[in-house]
């Protein structure tokens, strides 16, 4: 096994700012941005409690649907201002028009936000939750566990909020119960009897990282390797060549645990699985650290909020799709001389570091005269594309590099189209078992543009079988 | 049964009360045509019709799935009729339409059947033409056992309008799988 890595905390990490200045992340976030309400000041009285109105998240996302077609509309407008200021007569009335456009196009904004900011609550609401089952448990079991938590204040979209106690309970659970140890081993190895649970959060960018830290006894990448195998999870090649952090994985392994008896507060197996699942489905993903003797640390990344997103859109063999720029690192010119193969995975060295990429087309089988050809390309006149029946541009193939967390992926795109804000609509149910794809929104001219789940293709393409060896490679 | 048939198109509304009245409840289906065969589904399982709009390919989707369009904000699943019966394919011309299908209509709502996740939901189904609607009384409906022992379980039935021979969908099966 390799060694334990030195940087344990992944907050401490230096991260890559976005270089490509186009790329960078929207500064007219809402919570970024001075609250477009006058908000009710300092004193949280009782006057200002009872102006508050609940209201059902669906109107909201009803609204948040007449915004975004406003949007189109506005798109619209312009190009018809555009038209009109370029026409030899009325290039006066085009001038107004374009005025008025332009006032529209702040307000829409405003609205815009204005409807986000509504959406956001506190994460202090799922937190202060959280402060009474620990206390709760750690009586029940004898346990002293002291609940430090910062960043209560930071703002998410509320349904994330909701999904969100669960794993965070359960994680927590875990923590007190396979992490903190006894009062007297602890004093035993001279840590202070009290055990202490972290919980940290704060918005890195479109993101809201949450970190749940315990300073107890920490995982033995070992014993996990020696578990997975002994319940059948992974077989014993599987186990020669696992990196750290697919040794610390397996624990979201369905059917994992390292306890012989359940207990009531853990050991069944089920859980993590549940936990990274749920996370996944807001869009998040779980890394996790930990150092024997020293703690645990998993953090929780997760998208601020799911209704309004900035997209990077791209062509794939004729097919457009968008990347959220929340994950986009940034996009570079692919140079194919610099593509290592690795046991038939791809990989680019950029900047001195190797970078794992993955051709959109390859996995989603748009290759040209590819043997997966034969896909359902929409027919006659109902095809769904418009670029697809010019006469085809010449590529300018593009490494998109997204990074969720701690992992990082090159996508191969044939060209990039530019940069949008856009609503993003989740699938219909039909479509559920779909991969890849986290939703789509609509364009301008009533097409439909496909919004890919960049958490769930660089899981799937890092986790992939071959893959392991390379990570491995890639991380020393 | 002619006559009153006759008597209808041309009579007054007493004809045609008399005529519902011998026949008994009658249920509405629209028709339309795929692969050349007149088919049928009850009027209240369709939302709407529409041209075809832009429809948008999704990667990995089942076979069935042609993609995905947008309707006035909604996102709709195109399911290829054709495809999901395992009839001839062909292409679309000036008279191809979509049914909107919805599951959440009072005719689907509550029967058993519907698997849960497609409440809500709604599906468009490409045909190759809507003929029209007819009003089957249960006498012109026959079991579908007429044609043979195992029939899939999307076919209802057969409807036996006086000018045509329709064969009736259940959209439940066709939805869920």
Redesign the interface.
């Known amino acids: 096994l390799p060694p334990v890595a030195p940087s344990v905390s992944p907050m401490a990490a230096p991260q890559n700012p976005p270089t490509n200045p186009r790329l960078a992340t929207p500064s007219d976030r809402p919570s970024a941005s001075p609250s477009v309400f006058p908000g009710p000041g300092q004193d949280l009285s009782l006057r200002s409690v009872s102006q508050t109105v609940r209201v059902d998240i669906r109107k909201l996302d009803h609204l948040m649907n007449i915004v975004g077609e406003l949007a189109i509309v506005r798109g619209r407008v312009a190009r018809l201002s555009d038209r009109v200021r370029n026409h030899p007569e009325m290039h006066q009335l085009g001038l107004e028009l374009q005025r008025l456009h332009r006032t529209f196009d702040r307000h829409l904004t405003q609205m815009q936000n204005g409807i986000l900011e509504v959406r956001m609550v506190p994460l202090g609401q799922v937190f202060e939750k959280l402060a009474r089952v620990v206390r709760q448990i750690s009586r029940e079991h004898d346990k002293q566990v002291n609940l430090v938590i910062t960043g209560a204040e930071t703002e998410i979209d509320k349904l994330i909020v909701e999904e969100l106690s669960d794993p965070l309970m359960h994680m927590i659970r875990n923590a007190i119960d396979h992490g903190i140890e006894s009062r007297d081993v602890r004093m035993a190895v001279g840590k202070p009897p009290v055990g202490t649970i972290a919980l940290n959060a704060f918005q890195k960018g479109n993101h809201v990282l949450l970190a749940v830290e315990d300073d107890g006894a920490g995982m033995r990448p070992e014993l996990l390797v020696a578990t997975a195998v002994r319940r059948g999870l992974i077989t014993q090649e599987d186990a020669k060549d696992l990196s750290l952090r697919e040794v610390f994985n397996l624990i979201f392994l369905p059917g994992f645990t390292t306890k012989e008896t359940a207990t009531d507060l853990s050991g069944r197996g089920v859980g993590m699985d549940v936990v990274k699942t749920n996370i996944a489905k807001l869009g998040g993903v779980v890394d996790i650290m930990s150092e024997v003797g020293i703690g645990t640390k998993m953090t929780i990344t997760l998208p601020i909020t799911l209704a309004i997103i900035s997209v990077l859109g791209v062509e794939v063999a004729g097919h457009s799709f968008a990347v959220p720029l929340a994950s986009v690192e940034e996009a570079i010119a692919l140079d194919e001389s610099v593509v290592r193969n690795f046991e038939g995975r791809e990989a680019m060295t950029q900047r001195g570091v190797t970078l794992p990429i993955c051709r959109l087309a390859r996995i989603f089988g748009l290759e040209t005269g590819g043997s997966l050809g034969g896909h359902p390309q929409t027919p006659g006149s109902l095809g769904g594309h418009p670029q697809t029946t010019g006469a085809p541009r010449p590529a300018k193939p593009c490494v998109v590099i997204a990074s969720v967390g701690e992992r990082r992926l090159g996508f191969v795109v044939d060209r990039l189209i530019g940069q949008e804000d856009i609503v993003i609509k989740a699938l219909g149910n039909s479509l559920r078992g779909v991969r890849g794809i986290a939703g789509a929104t609509e364009l301008g001219d009533q097409r439909v543009g496909l919004v890919l789940d960049v958490a769930a293709l660089i899981e799937e393409v890092l986790s992939s079988e071959k893959e392991r060896q390379f990570t491995l490679e890639g991380r020393v | 049964m002619a006559a009153l048939t006759r008597r209808r198109h041309g009579g007054g509304a007493g004809t045609a009360m008399r005529r519902a009245a011998d026949l008994g409840r009658r249920t509405e289906y629209l028709a339309f045509s795929l692969a050349g065969e007149a088919y049928a589904v009850q009027i209240a399982h369709i939302a709407e019709i529409l041209k075809?709009?832009?429809?948008?390919?999704?990667?990995?989707?089942?076979?069935n799935?042609?993609?995905?369009?947008?309707v006035r904000?909604r996102?709709?699943?195109v399911?290829?009729l054709r495809?999901r019966l395992g009839l001839m394919?062909s292409?679309?011309?000036g008279r191809?339409r979509i049914l909107l299908s919805d599951v959440t209509s009072p005719g689907l709502a509550g029967a058993r059947g519907v698997r849960p996740?497609?409440e809500?939901?709604?599906?468009g189904l490409?045909v190759d033409e809507v003929m029209q609607v007819y009003r089957l009384a249960e006498s012109e409906i026959e079991p579908a056992s007429v044609l043979g022992g195992d029939q899939p379980a999307h076919i209802a039935g057969i409807g036996r309008p006086p000018d045509a021979l329709l064969i009736l969908l259940d959209l439940r099966p066709i939805?869920a799988g």
Do not use: C
């Open positions: 075809p709009l832009p429809i948008t390919w999704v990667p990995r989707a089942p076979k799935v042609i993609g995905v369009m947008s904000g996102l709709v699943t399911v290829d495809k394919e292409p679309a011309d191809t996740q497609y809500n939901e709604v599906i490409l939805l």
